[in-house]
T-cell receptor
Framework: DQQVKQNSPSLSVQEGRISILNCDYT??????FLWYKKYPAEGPTFLIS?????DKNEDGRFTVFLNKSAKHLSLHIVPSQPGDSAVYFC???????????FGKGTRLSVIA | DTGVSQNPRHKITKRGQNVTFRCDPI?????LYWYRQTLGQGPEFLTY????????KSRLLSDRFSAERPKGSFSTLEIQRTEQGDSAMYLC????????????FGPGTRLLVL
């Protein structure tokens, strides 16, 4: 049973436009959520996180929104740049149980 | 560079051989994690340490897998009698326990078992 789901395997967006990546989770004990970006043959790079006590966190071009009632979070990238092309992983953690639980990732392609 | 480092970056081995991977965490981090990632999947948790204590190892994939962190600094992950199904990217991450903790990943070791 997958506790973190990223239902879109891929997404293409034009440069300068908004990219929206979605993530759903099933475990109501998750209280901290993270987004990682991964280039081929490299480890995941931390992008942004959000605690379950918040509904929005912003860092430059990246904003994460959390809707706890819907068990849904999204990552917005504005404006999208070609260098943003990568696989984005959503991850969640129940702080009483340490391991991160990852989704399968969404491959973002930003087209110039 | 003060990030998480892993060695080797790539390893090709023959089935049945033993392999060992090393991870050096960010120096002030007391937690160290091992994950495995296969094609089309997100990273899958294997085990973790707080300082030198291995606090969770039930998710190690079989008894052929073992990990150590003898002095609470670097860690090693060993796979004995490798099988073709062990081919994957092995990722190490570290964090500083402070409630909501962000884990920072190394570049990974890509293992190919022939």
């Amino acid at each position: 049973d997958q506790q973190v789901k990223q239902n879109s395997p891929s997404l293409s967006v034009q440069e300068g436009r908004i990219s929206i990546l979605n993530c759903d989770y099933t475990n109501s004990m998750f209280d901290y959520f993270l987004w990682y970006k991964k280039y081929p043959a490299e480890g995941p790079t931390f992008l942004i996180s959000i605690s379950s006590i918040k509904d929005k966190n912003e860092d430059g071009r990246f904003t994460v929104f959390l809707n706890k009632s819907a068990k849904h979070l999204s990552l917005h990238i504005v404006p999208s740049q070609p260098g943003d092309s990568a696989v984005y992983f959503c991850a969640a953690i129940d702080s009483g149980n340490t391991p991160l639980v990852f989704g399968k990732g969404t491959r973002l392609s930003v087209i110039a | 560079d003060t990030g998480v480092s892993q060695n080797p970056r790539h390893k090709i081995t023959k089935r049945g051989q033993n392999v060992t991977f090393r991870c050096d965490p960010i120096s002030e981090h007391n937690r160290l994690y091992w994950y495995r990632q296969t094609l089309g999947q997100g990273p899958e948790f294997l085990t973790y340490f707080q300082n030198e204590a291995q606090l969770e190892k039930s998710r190690l994939l079989s008894d052929r897998f073992s990990a150590e962190r003898p002095k609470g600094s670097f860690s090693t992950l060993e796979i004995q009698r490798t099988e073709q199904g062990d081919s994957a990217m092995y990722l190490c991450a570290s964090s500083f326990r402070s409630g909501a903790e962000t884990q920072y990943f190394g570049p990974g070791t890509r293992l190919l078992v022939l």
